[in-house]
């Protein structure tokens, strides 16, 4: 990681250690501060005993509710009625929904109380626009009257009102929505139309490769050698590909093995069902005909835990086919893990904030959905053709060939590239420097 110490700050960054889908959509926008102006409104040095105590009581309750589903008998009735609690509500029919929620009042009470106070002051000493991705502090930033412009950049395929201030018609909160639905969603809530900026979700630059998609169109052209071997999609729709991705690209030439990437959540959840998956996969890992990396993302317990799954299955001494990814900080796995997508061929994962990395041509199977909003998140990633739900993982081996010798899975990672916004970092830098982006707006189904 290059950083960012000796680069002039134009914007605080702030983010929350919460799982990673705040600090995943925060990371590629480091651009815009240097290393002391890229914070964690939990995690900072000076913070008040009251509010570290009170951020350790929501990574508990966050971490419990993401766990808790798997707990045989009970986890999945009592999971529903946590749900229930934060689920968001049908879009249709459209109507008023800036009433707030309990979980706004209830931030609110705290602020009242002084939450989040001694943060806003520390980060008004040098006034720069403040970004979050984190709807708390964005929300705490207007109540103690931070004065500069305040971002809220949006995680997720839809929201629900959490993320809007109490009284949305009076608020100076700029909302940055990662796709159509959240800027009709945020109507819906009562956030005036000069506040809402629709600009895809901000994506990893090193993925990208500018405005061109110079490094992406490249890493694509390579990963459909792989995800078409017997050339059905090739048949279909090569030349509109080769027009696509540039003469320059295609047909790409990797290199190495069809490589799949399982990644499990912030909290470890779903980290079970690794076992199946190399049972499954054990005869072609061998054969060399697959590469399977699991991603424990910082956790050393997810880590480990992967590691003995390894060896249970037999696969200890498959060194090279077999791999965990770990990162020793969650900025290391991050580094790590944007690194590994150039060669990562499609990604099996739950619909996360991950959902949104189908835009850099990565087929993604998803995994059963945690919450309901995943729920849209699968929605979303199937309706633009860039995720297929998964099938038994016991048998992954044969329906992942049968997906592969149908085209099933290159059209999804070229329907992800074709159909899912990934301007979003670019948009957003424009938006929070200039105070509007000379980039065309995402172009999308919904």
Not at 178 to 185: G, I, K, Q, S, T
Not at 320 to 338: A, S
């Amino acid at each position: 990681m290059i950083s960012n110490k000796s680069k002039k700050a134009k914007a605080w960054v702030i983010s929350v250690t919460m799982g990673y889908g705040h600090l995943r959509a925060a990371n590629p926008l480091r651009g815009l501060a240097d290393d002391a102006h890229y914070l964690f409104a939990d995690e900072y040095n000076g913070m008040p005993s009251s509010d570290a105590a009170i951020w350790k009581e929501s990574r508990k309750l966050y971490e419990t509710i993401s766990r808790f589903r798997v707990v045989p008998l009970i986890g999945e009735p009592i999971f529903s009625v946590l749900d229930r609690w934060q689920a968001l509500k049908g879009f249709y029919p459209e109507r008023d929904l800036s009433k707030p929620n309990f979980p706004v009042r209830q931030a609110y009470a705290f602020f009242k109380r002084g939450f989040m106070e001694h943060f806003i002051k520390k980060l008004s000493k040098d006034p720069l626009p403040l970004v979050t991705s984190f709807f708390y502090v964005a929300q705490a930033a207007e109540f103690y009257k931070y004065p500069n412009e305040i971002y809220c950049v949006i995680c997720d395929s839809d929201m629900s009102r959490s993320w809007v201030a109490l009284d949305p018609r009076n608020s100076r909160i700029n909302y940055l929505a990662p796709n159509r639905r959240v800027l009709e969603r945020l109507r819906e809530y009562g956030v005036p139309e000069k506040y809402i900026h629709l600009t895809g979700f901000p994506l990893p630059k090193e993925l990208i490769g500018g405005l061109d998609y110079k490094i992406l169109k490249r890493d694509l052209a390579h990963r459909l050698t792989n995800l078409d071997p017997v050339g059905i999609y090739e048949s279909r729709f090569g030349p509109a590909v080769q027009k696509l991705l540039g003469k320059e690209n295609y047909p790409g030439h990797n290199g190495h093995p069809l490589t799949l990437a399982f990644a499990v959540g912030g909290a470890g959840a779903q980290r079970e069902m690794a076992v199946p998956i190399l049972r499954a996969l054990t005869a072609k890992i061998k054969a060399g005909l697959i590469k399977v990396v699991l991603v424990a993302g910082n956790r050393t317990e997810v880590a480990e835990y992967f590691e003995k799954v390894i060896k249970q299955a037999g696969l200890a001494t498959c060194e090279k086919c077999v791999t965990v990814l770990i990162g020793r900080t969650k900025q290391e796995y991050f580094d790590l893990f944007n690194s590994a997508m150039h060669t990562i061929d499609v990604l099996w994962t739950k619909p996360s904030e991950l959902s949104f990395y189908s835009a850099l041509g990565i087929p993604i199977i998803i995994a059963p959905t945690i919450g309901s909003q995943e729920d849209f998140n699968s929605w979303w990633l199937r309706s633009i053709g860039g995720g297929i739900p998964q099938l038994d993982p016991s048998y992954c081996d044969e329906w992942i060939q049968d997906w592969l010798e149908s085209g099933w899975l290159a059209r999804a990672a070229v329907a992800g590239f074709t159909n899912a916004p990934k301007r979003g970092t670019y948009r957003i830098e424009e938006i929070v420097t200039r105070g509007k982006p000379n980039l065309p707006e995402p172009i999308e189904p919904i």
